[in-house]
Structure formats: structure tokens, C-alpha cells
């Protein structure tokens, strides 16, 4: 595999501490070996792929599900569990002046019913994901930021509204309540996908990573360790935990970027009072460096930002640090609290800053759908039922065209990692003024 990263980032040290993991029984799956038929074979077990076996297999499709590590391992199961508006990096300006009008407002409508669709998907299989927070809130991080806020919208909020809604910290100039989407476990939203899969006959395989993607006379071959599947189509699903081989057409198509999040124990009424944070508001700030955070059902709390350029034990040490001093900073009364959980992963950036959900040019039969820029929880599970939709040759216009256009290449290649070192240069510089 030809992955971006040291190799240190795709191993368990980084995700042991995730607090996730300790509110689900973990399932052993079993390793594929062997030689296997399918319809569809799905190349990762996450948010998208699952969805998307989910659709397929309802339709009557034969589908195999396979996973370098295990359901939920990858960025699925280790997020913060915003299911919220996002998906795209690009700026709404910057979508319109692209693709027209008419395509931002297809892409706004999407980012809703990709919520909704989150929403059924647990109303129907009862899953209890500690479901909370009626919408989200961006808080301006500067002066000028929240002049920019109050630019686009007639309706923010001050300091002293704020302060009414339960919501305070330091460096807070303001904010804007976005009344769409909620807070949850990502891992059980992601258990109760996995289980429903399991129970509509999909076949799920862990520790069983592809290594080769080749065409037989009239199918194709998923490679593994032990095994391989023979199918008629291809999903790729694997996100920020891509390969660069997998297919060759996917090299530099792609940059995963590291993201850190830690969880405190949980806090009391008194705690919460002292600080002056007592709203269960999903919330965010308007650095480009963000941070995000909320305060979940059971009293803790939870805080991210991105996290560092390089991965290694000394270079996770540094951020979780680096992490601390920023929650410390931001929220002062709790600099005694004690973080019990912290961990860190890969989101996926695309070149155009938008998703990429389509075929693969040039393969037919391979589809991908990837690049959710830190928000996948609802889209890549939309996005997941859109793709599946395709590849049965069902209509699937819920997303715009845009996101169907082939991503271009980063610069550099395999040592397009550097640009992140340039871009939060810049950025860092950017979210001071």
C-alpha cells in the first residue's frame, strides 16, 4: 500500500485512547480467504461503504464488505459525532462562481437531507447513538469574524446572548445558530449500520485489506492477503485511509490531513455553571484552523481541532499538548478537569474542496465516493446511498453534478503532504487578523 502518512498513523497507538470505543461491545469480524463471488465488493467499512451495502443489498444485490482493520476503525468510528451541514471545504461563493448558482443550492439541500437521512436511519433501526443538540453554533473567534457573521446573517448573536444560552468561553466575540442537525455517538450510529448490514445478508470481512485491484475477462478481482472477490462492480470507500495504488488513477487524487480530539471526565452542574458552558449545542469557531466542541449528554466534554503535520509518538505527544493548552485557553475554569480520552485520525481533503462521488474514469465499474473535509458523518452516509443508487443504475440525483466531476492532482505527488505545512502556515497567520 502507498499511503501518505508514516505508517505510525494507520496503526492502533493513535486511536487506543478514543473514547468511542469503550461505549460499544467490540465484534470480531472474520478475514476473507479464499476465492469469493459478488455482485459489489466495497472497499472500506465506514459511514459511506456501509450505507452504500446497506441500499445495494435492499435492492437484491450480492455484496461483500471488506476492511483493512474492522467496521468503524477509520475515521467513521472516531470522529466527534457532528451530524451536521458540511462536506465541502470550499466556500459557498466559491461553489456558485464554479458551478452556478443552481448547483449551491442543490448542494445546500443535499447537505439537509443527508441529515435526514442519519435521522431515519436511527429512527428505524431504534439505535441509541445519545442523540442531542437542536443544531449547531459558530462562534466568532475574532472582531473582524464576527463582523463577517453579521455581514451574512441578520440573525447573531453577542457575547451576552451567548452567555443567556449557557454557551461562554474565552476569545467568544459572538455567534450564528444554524437550527439543522445534532450531536451523537458515532460508534454506535456505526454498530447499529454494521449490524443492519450483517442482517441483510452483506458480508463483512476485517483485517482483510486490498492489496490489488486488477480486470479478469469480465469482472473484477479484489486482491487480498489471503483471498480475493470477483465482482461486477467496485466501490471505494476508504476515505482519508486511502492508497495511492488502489487504483493507480486515485495517486495524489487525495490528502488526508489529521485531526485530534480529546474528551474530559464528566463535569458537574458546578463545573459547568463556573465556565459558564451548560448548552448541549453542537459548536464550532470560525478559524480556518477550527476547533469544535460540545457538551455531550453524560457531562463530558468533547473538543478537537486539526491536529499535526507528522505522525510518530513524539509527534502525538506534541499535539495532544498542543491540544490541551488550546481547550485550557479557551475554556479556563476547566484547566484542572482531566481529559480521560484522547486520540487522533485522517480526514480527507480533495483538490477542488469538494467531495468526489462517482466512476472512476477510464474503469468501468469502479466507483468512489470520498473527500468529506472533516464533516462525514451525514454526507459520506448520503453520499453512501447516492453511490450505491448509480452503481445499481437506479437514478441518483440527489447530489449536484459537481461532485461527479474527476478531482484533479495535488502538486508534489507522494510528498504532497508539504502543502499542508504551507497551507496552515498561512492559515494560522489568516486566523490571527
Same mark, same amino acid.
Given at each position: 500500500?502507498?499511503? =501518505?502518512?508514516?505508517?505510525y498513523a494507520y496503526t492502533d497507538a493513535v486511536r487506543n485512547g478514543c473514547y468511542w470505543d469503550s461505549t460499544v461491545a467490540q465484534r470480531s469480524w472474520p478475514v476473507l480467504r479464499g476465492t469469493h463471488q459478488a455482485d459489489v465488493v466495497i472497499i472500506g467499512a465506514g459511514f459511506v461503504g456501509l450505507n452504500a451495502a446497506i441500499e445495494l443489498a435492499q435492492g437484491g444485490a450480492s455484496v461483500i464488505v471488506v476492511d483493512a482493520e474492522s467496521p468503524g476503525w477509520g475515521a467513521s468510528g472516531r470522529n466527534g459525532g457532528f451530524c451536521c451541514m458540511g462536506g465541502a471545504k470550499a466556500e459557498d461563493a466559491t461553489i @456558485?462562481?464554479?458551478y452556478g448558482l443552481e448547483a449551491l443550492e442543490a448542494w445546500d439541500a443535499a447537505q439537509v437531507t443527508a441529515i435526514d437521512l442519519v435521522d431515519q436511519r436511527i429512527s428505524d433501526l431504534a439505535l441509541d447513538v445519545e442523540r442531542h443538540s437542536d443544531g449547531e453554533i459558530v462562534l466568532a473567534h475574532s472582531a473582524r469574524a464576527m463582523k463577517r457573521l453579521a455581514a451574512e446573517n441578520q440573525t447573531v448573536f453577542n457575547v451576552e446572548d451567548l452567555r443567556a444560552m449557557?454557551? @461562554?468561553?474565552? $476569545? #467568544?466575540? $459572538?455567534g450564528m445558530r444554524? *437550527? =439543522? $442537525?445534532? $450531536?451523537?455517538? *458515532?460508534r454506535r450510529y456505526m454498530d447499529g449500520l454494521a449490524r443492519h448490514a450483517d442482517s441483510l445478508g452483506v458480508s463483512i470481512y476485517g483485517q482483510t485489506p486490498v492489496t490489488k485491484l486488477t480486470k479478469g475477462a469480465n469482472r473484477w478481482h479484489a486482491h487480498t492477503p489471503e483471498g480475493w472477490v470477483e465482482a461486477d462492480t467496485v466501490l471505494i470507500a476508504s476515505n482519508g485511509y486511502s492508497s495511492d495504488d488502489l487504483p493507480d488513477w486515485l495517486t495524489a487524487r487525495y490528502?488526508? @490531513?489529521?485531526?485530534s480530539v480529546m474528551v474530559t471526565r464528566p463535569l458537574s452542574e458546578a463545573e459547568q455553571h463556573a465556565q459558564g458552558w451548560t448548552s448541549d449545542l453542537m459548536a464550532y469557531d470560525t478559524r480556518t484552523l477550527l476547533h469544535y466542541f460540545r457538551l455531550m449528554p453524560n457531562g463530558r466534554f468533547l473538543f478537537g481541532m486539526r491536529g499535526g503535520l507528522s505522525s510518530s509518538p513524539r509527534a502525538e505527544t506534541a499535539t495532544r499538548c498542543l491540544m490541551r493548552q488550546h481547550f485550557d485557553r479557551m475554556f479556563p475554569a476547566w484547566t484542572s478537569v482531566e481529559a480521560t480520552h484522547m486520540w487522533s485520525g485522517l480526514v480527507?481533503?480533495? %483538490?477542488?474542496?469538494? %467531495? #468526489? =462521488?462517482?466512476e472512476v474514469p477510464d474503469m468501468t465499474g469502479?466507483? !468512489? !465516493?470520498m473527500g468529506w473535509h472533516g464533516n462525514g458523518v451525514a454526507m459520506g452516509s448520503y453520499a453512501g446511498v447516492q453511490i450505491a443508487a448509480r452503481m445499481a443504475g437506479r437514478p441518483s440525483n440527489g447530489l449536484p453534478k459537481f461532485v461527479s466531476y474527476p478531482p484533479k492532482r495535488f502538486p508534489l505527488n507522494k510528498n504532497r503532504r508539504a502543502l499542508l505545512r504551507l497551507a496552515y502556515l498561512g492559515y494560522a497567520v489568516k486566523d490571527v487578523i
Open positions: 500500500m502507498r499511503r =501518505v502518512f508514516e505508517d @456558485a462562481r464554479h449557557g454557551i @461562554a468561553g474565552h $476569545g #467568544f466575540h $459572538g444554524t *437550527p =439543522v $442537525g445534532f $450531536g451523537l455517538n *458515532p490528502l488526508p @490531513a489529521q485531526s480527507c481533503l480533495m %483538490p477542488s474542496l469538494v %467531495p #468526489f =462521488v462517482g469502479v466507483f !468512489a !465516493a
